[in-house]
C-alpha cells in the first residue's frame, strides 16, 4: 500500500507523467478518507486546480493535472456511491448527493466560471467538465439539475469565439445527446457545427461526437466533401466503423466510394481504401462480387466500381487473382447461365488490370480468356439473347434486356483487350463487328465499344470511311424477302405440266411390266430410272408453292435506325484525322444527316447536330456553310438540341477562330445594353467606321448571340455559352474585356450558386487567363472599373446587390498583380518601365474625383491600399501624391478618408525613402494567412463597413437611388467631367 499523500504533493508529482496517477489518487485518496473537514479539502484541491485553469497553451504538465483532477474526483465518487448504495440498499433512487461532494463541488465551479472573459478560464472549465463526466464511467448517473445546467451551459459555449473553447463544449456534451429524441438541441447544435464552423477543430470535434442516426446519417456524409483533409480523412474512419453498408442507400455508397477514392489528398483515398472498402468487404466476408451488387453496377453511370477493384487488385499478388476467380470454365469463359452483370464487370476489369503489369500480366492473361475466334463466337451466341421481342413492354423482359446490354458492353471491353496479332482471329473478329453493327437488334449503345473495335482493327481512314458507310447502308437499307402469290397463268401451266407427268408415269409403268414379261431385263433397267426421274419432277412440282419470295432492299425510317446509323457516322467522325470529306462522307451527310435536322424525334436531330459539328471539325469549308444553321438550331430548338449545337459552334470558332469568318476578334458583344454601347463608343472614338460594319458575317452574329446566352435562364446553356467563351478568351480568339466583365459578374452572381460546373471552370479561368501575360492583365485592368461600377449601381431589387464589392476588387487587384504573372514576355521586360496596378491607380484616382459622394467610393478608396504600385518612375509616385491630396479634400465620408489619408502616407513614404522596388500594400501584407479563425476579423471589419454605409445612405436618400436608376446618365455627366478632374489617365 502506498503512503498518503498531501494535496501540494499529489499536483507537483502528478505534472510529470501518468504513470504515477494511479499511486498518487490512491495515496491522496487516504488522505481525503482521514480529513474531518471536508469543505477545507475541498477549498484546498480548487484551489491547486485553479493554477491550471488560467494557462490556454496546451501544456502537457496542465494537461497531466487536469486528468488527475479529473480521475481523483471521479474515484471519491465511486467510493461514495459504493458505500451509500450498501447503507440503502432498498433505494433505488440515485441523486447528486450520491456523487459525492468533491465531485459536485468541482463540477458546480466549473459551471461558475464557464462564461468567463477569460478565454483560458472558458477553455479549462470546458475541459474539466468534459474529463469529468468521461472519467464518471458507462453507467454513471447525475442529478437531473446538474444536468440541466452542463447541458444549458456547454451549448452556450458552442457559440464562444474561441475555437478550442468550442471543442471542448463539443465533446463534454457527446454523452448528453440522445439520438432518439429527433429533437434533440445537442444534436442540431452539432450538426449546424459539422456544416458551418469555420474552425476545423471544431468540425472534427463534432464529427467524433455526433451519434449516427437516419437524421444526422447525410450531415454525416457531407462532411466527406469537408475543405480540411483531416476531416474528410476522420469522416471516411467515423464512416467505416459505425455506419454499416446497409443504412446507406446506393447513390451514398457510390458517392463515398467515389470522392473518397478520387480525392486529391492520398491520406484521403488511403482511409477509404483501408477503411471504408475494406470494411464494406468484411461484411460480405471477402466475396468482391457480392459486394458490386450492393453498387448497382448496371445502373451506374460512372467509373466508381473500377476504383474499388483496382484497390482490391492492387492489395493482392495478380497470379492469386487468377487462381481465385473460378467463374471461368475449361474454355476460359463464363457460362452463359451463371453470367451476370458483376461477373462480367469483374473479369472485364481484372483483364484490364492484368494488361497493365507488363510480361506478367500478359502470360496471366492467357488463362482468363480464350483465342478470339473462340471469343467471337462466345460473343456472337450471347448477343443473340438482345433478340427478344419487347412485347407489351414487360417490366421483367425489359430488365433483362438492359442486364444483357450491359453484360454485351463488358464482352466487348474484354475483346478490345484480345491480342489480334492472328489474322485468323483478327478477320473472324472483324466479321462479327460488322454483323453485330448491321444486326437489327444490336442497341444503339453498343455502337461506341464495336465502333472503336473497328478502328482498332482498320487503320486507314478511307476504308473506314468506305466500310462504314456500306454498314450504314445495310442499316438503313436492309435486305427483305417478298413473297407474292403466283398468277392464275401460271398456276393452270402448273397443273398441265403436272398432269403431263402423270401421263407419263402411267405410260413408262406400263412399259415397264410389259418389258419385264417378256424379260427384256436391259431395257427394264432403263425405263426403270425414267420412272424415278419422272416421280421426282412429280414430286418437286407438287412441293412448289403457290407464292414465289424475292429479296429486295427498304429504306427505314423509324427513329431507332434512325439514331443507330447517326451514332455509327457520329462515332466514325470522331476518330477521323481526315482535313475534308470526300464523296462519301458528303453523300452520307447529304443523304443521312441533313435530312435528320428536320426529323421529329428529339433524339435523331440530336445526334444530326452532333454530326454536322464534328463534319465541320473535318473541313473548314463545310463549317463556314453550316454555322449559321447551327446558330439557328440554337435559338429555336429543345434545350439538349441547344446545348449540342452551342458546344459544335464553339468548337468551331476556337479551332478555326474568328478571322476564318472574317470577324474582328476585339468587336464586343452586341447584346451588351444601351450603356456599355455608349461606352464602347467613347472607348474606341472614330474608329468604327462602314467598312468594319460591312465586313460582319454570320460569325459575327454568332458571338453577339452567344455573349447574350451568359443572361439565359437554362442554367446548362448558360454554363456552357460561359465555358465556351472562356476558352476563347483564354486561346485568344476574342479580346473584349466587356466579355470579361460579364464572366466575372456571372461568377460572382448568386443566382449561379447552384451551378457548380460553371462556377469551377470560372474560377479556373480566370486566374490562367490574367497571369498568362501582360496584355491578359491589361484586358482585366479595362474590366475593372465597369465591373465594380456595375456592382455599385445595382438597384436593391437584384442580385448583384448582395454581391460583396469588396471581395470583387480583392479579386481583381490579385489578377491584376504584375508579380503573379507566370511567364513574363523578354520584349515587355525590356520596354515597359510601368506595372497594371500604376495606370490602374490613377484610374481609380481620377474615378473618385470625378463623383467623390458616389456609392462605392469606400471600396475604390480601399483598393488603393491594396495595388502593388511601383515608385521607379517618381513622375508617377509625384502625380499620385497630388491626386491623394485632391481625394482627401474632395471625400467627406470618414472611412473613406481614413483610407486615402493612409494611401497619401504609403505614397509619400515612398518618395521619401527612394529605395525599393514596390509600395507595401494591405493586400500584400494581409495575404499571409486566412485560414479558419481568421476569417472573423474579415466578417466584422466588414459588418462595421457596412453599418457605416448604412448611415450614409440614410443621409443620401433619394440622391443615391437616381443615382442607381439613372446610371446612364451618371456616366454621361461623369465622361463628360472626367477630363477636368485631377491627373489625365496615362
Not at 785 to 795: I, M, W
Amino acid at each position: 500500500m502506498g503512503k498518503s499523500k498531501t494535496i501540494h504533493e499529489a499536483f507537483v508529482e502528478c505534472q510529470t507523467t501518468t504513470a504515477v496517477h494511479t499511486k498518487l489518487i490512491s495515496g491522496l485518496k487516504k488522505t481525503y478518507d482521514k480529513t474531518e473537514d471536508k469543505d477545507t479539502f475541498h477549498q484546498e484541491f480548487l484551489q491547486h486546480l485553479k493554477y491550471a485553469l488560467i494557462v490556454f497553451k496546451r501544456e502537457p504538465a496542465v494537461e497531466r493535472v487536469l486528468e488527475f483532477a479529473a480521475k481523483f474526483a471521479a474515484s471519491v465518487t465511486d467510493e461514495e456511491v459504493a458505500v451509500c448504495s450498501a447503507d440503502d440498499e432498498g433505494e433505488a433512487e440515485t441523486s447528486g448527493k450520491g456523487m459525492g461532494d468533491l465531485l459536485l463541488f468541482v463540477f458546480n465551479f466549473m459551471l461558475k466560471v464557464h462564461g468567463a472573459r477569460d478565454r483560458a478560464v472558458r477553455f479549462r472549465s470546458c475541459q474539466m467538465i468534459n474529463k469529468l463526466l468521461n472519467s464518471m464511467g458507462q453507467e454513471a448517473d447525475i442529478d437531473d439539475d446538474l444536468y440541466t445546467r452542463i447541458y444549458d451551459g456547454m451549448l452556450i459555449r458552442l457559440r464562444d469565439v474561441e475555437a478550442l473553447v468550442r471543442v471542448q463544449a463539443v465533446l463534454a456534451l457527446a454523452r448528453l445527446q440522445d439520438p432518439e429524441d429527433a429533437n434533440c438541441p445537442v444534436i442540431a447544435a452539432y450538426m449546424y457545427l459539422l456544416k458551418c464552423d469555420l474552425s476545423h477543430d471544431v468540425r472534427r470535434a463534432a464529427l467524433v461526437s455526433i451519434a449516427p442516426s437516419a437524421k444526422t446519417l447525410p450531415t454525416i456524409l457531407t462532411t466527406t466533401r469537408d475543405v480540411k483533409e483531416s476531416v474528410r480523412k476522420l469522416a471516411y474512419e467515423i464512416i467505416s466503423e459505425k455506419v454499416h453498408i446497409r443504412a446507406l442507400t446506393i447513390a451514398q455508397r457510390v458517392k463515398l466510394l467515389k470522392h473518397g477514392l478520387s480525392d486529391r489528398t492520398a491520406a484521403v483515398k488511403e482511409a477509404c481504401a483501408t477503411k471504408l472498402l475494406q470494411s464494406w468487404l468484411r461484411t460480405f466476408d471477402g466475396n468482391v462480387l457480392d459486394f458490386l451488387k450492393c453498387l448497382d453496377v448496371e445502373n451506374s453511370t460512372d467509373d466508381t466500381a473500377e476504383l474499388a477493384l483496382n484497390v482490391i487488385f492492387n492489395k493482392v499478388s495478380p497470379a492469386e487473382l487468377v487462381d481465385n476467380f473460378e467463374l471461368l470454365n475449361e474454355n476460359h469463359v463464363i457460362p452463359a447461365a451463371n453470367l451476370t452483370c458483376e461477373g462480367a464487370l469483374y473479369w472485364h476489369h481484372l483483364c484490364a488490370f492484368l494488361k497493365t503489369q507488363g510480361a506478367t500480366g500478359e502470360v496471366l492473361i492467357d488463362n482468363l480468356v480464350p483465342t478470339v475466334s473462340a471469343f467471337c463466337e462466345y460473343l456472337q451466341s450471347f448477343v443473340k439473347t438482345l433478340n427478344t421481342a419487347v412485347g407489351d413492354a414487360n417490366e421483367t423482359v425489359v430488365e433483362e434486356l438492359l442486364k444483357n446490354e450491359f453484360i454485351a458492353e463488358q464482352l466487348l471491353h474484354i475483346a478490345s483487350l484480345l491480342d489480334l496479332s492472328d489474322e485468323v482471329g483478327r478477320k473472324r473478329l472483324d466479321s462479327t463487328i460488322q454483323e453485330m453493327l448491321i444486326a437489327p437488334y444490336v442497341p444503339s449503345p453498343l455502337v461506341k465499344q464495336l465502333v472503336e473495335l473497328f478502328n482498332r482493327i482498320h487503320t486507314n481512314d478511307e476504308e473506314r470511311i468506305t466500310i462504314m458507310a456500306e454498314i450504314i447502308a445495310d442499316v438503313r437499307e436492309p435486305i427483305t424477302t417478298v413473297e407474292v402469290e403466283i398468277s392464275d397463268e401460271e398456276k393452270r401451266k402448273k397443273e398441265l405440266k403436272l398432269a403431263s407427268i402423270r401421263v407419263q408415269l402411267n405410260e413408262t409403268r406400263d412399259t415397264l411390266e410389259d418389258l419385264v414379261a417378256k424379260q427384256d431385263f436391259g431395257k427394264a433397267a432403263e425405263y426403270k430410272n425414267m420412272l424415278e426421274d419422272l416421280e421426282m419432277s412429280k414430286a418437286s412440282l407438287m412441293e412448289q408453292s403457290n407464292v414465289s419470295t424475292y429479296e429486295k432492299k427498304e429504306e427505314k425510317s423509324d427513329p431507332a435506325t434512325l439514331v443507330k446509323c447517326m451514332r455509327i457516322a457520329s462515332e466514325m467522325m470522331q476518330q477521323l484525322s481526315v482535313n475534308k470529306l470526300n464523296p462519301t462522307l458528303q453523300t452520307l451527310i447529304d443523304t443521312l444527316v441533313l435530312p435528320g435536322i428536320q426529323n421529329q424525334d428529339p433524339a435523331v436531330r440530336n445526334l444530326a447536330v452532333n454530326c454536322i459539328g464534328l463534319a465541320s471539325l473535318l473541313s473548314k469549308t463545310f463549317a463556314c456553310q453550316q454555322l449559321l444553321l447551327l446558330m439557328q438550331i440554337s435559338q429555336v430548338d429543345q434545350e439538349t438540341i441547344k446545348v449540342t449545337a452551342l458546344q459544335a459552334v464553339f468548337d468551331l470558332l476556337h479551332l478555326y477562330g474568328l478571322e476564318a469568318f472574317k470577324v474582328d476578334g476585339a468587336v464586343p458583344s452586341a447584346s451588351d445594353d444601351d450603356a456599355d454601347s455608349e461606352e464602347d463608343e467613347e472607348d474606341q472614338g472614330e474608329e468604327g467606321d462602314k467598312e468594319e460594319k460591312q465586313n460582319k458575317t454570320a460569325a459575327n452574329s454568332a458571338v453577339a448571340i452567344l455573349s447574350g446566352l451568359l443572361d439565359s435562364e437554362s442554367s446548362e446553356i448558360r454554363t456552357v455559352a460561359a465555358e465556351g467563351m472562356a476558352k476563347l478568351l483564354l486561346a485568344g480568339r476574342v479580346s473584349s474585356p466587356k466579355l470579361l466583365r460579364r464572366l466575372l459578374i456571372l461568377w460572382h452572381n448568386p443566382t449561379t450558386e447552384e451551378d457548380l460546373h460553371l462556377r469551377q471552370c470560372l474560377g479556373a479561368f480566370f486566374p490562367v487567363f490574367a497571369m498568362a501575360g501582360r496584355s491578359q492583365q491589361e484586358c482585366v485592368e479595362q474590366a475593372f472599373l465597369p465591373t465594380l461600377q456595375t456592382l455599385f449601381e445595382a438597384p436593391t431589387t437584384s442580385p448583384l446587390a448582395s454581391i460583396n464589392e469588396n471581395n470583387v476588387a480583392t479579386f481583381l487587384v490579385h489578377l491584376t498583380d504584375h508579380r503573379n504573372l507566370k511567364i513574363a514576355d523578354s520584349q515587355d521586360t525590356v520596354v515597359e518601365d510601368s506595372t497594371v496596378h500604376d495606370s490602374l491607380s490613377l484610374k481609380i484616382c481620377n474615378e473618385i474625383l470625378v463623383e467623390p459622394d458616389a456609392p462605392g467610393i469606400r471600396t475604390l478608396c480601399k483598393t488603393l491600399n491594396m495595388l502593388a504600385v511601383s515608385h521607379t518612375n517618381q513622375t508617377l509616385m509625384k502625380d499620385l501624391s497630388l491626386l491623394a491630396g485632391q481625394m482627401i479634400d474632395a471625400v467627406e465620408e470618414k472611412l473613406s478618408k481614413k483610407q486615402l489619408v493612409k494611401f497619401q502616407q504609403t505614397v509619400e513614404k515612398a518618395l521619401n525613402s527612394g529605395a525599393g522596388a514596390e509600395i507595401k500594400t494591405d493586400h500584400e501584407m494581409g495575404a499571409s494567412s486566412q485560414e479558419d479563425e481568421g476569417v472573423n476579423s474579415q466578417e466584422e471589419d466588414t459588418q462595421d463597413t457596412k453599418d457605416t454605409q448604412d448611415t450614409q445612405e440614410q443621409h443620401t436618400g433619394e440622391e443615391a437611388k437616381k443615382s442607381r436608376s439613372g446610371g446612364r446618365g451618371n456616366k454621361e455627366s461623369r465622361s463628360g467631367r472626367r477630363g477636368q478632374v485631377g491627373i489625365a489617365r496615362n
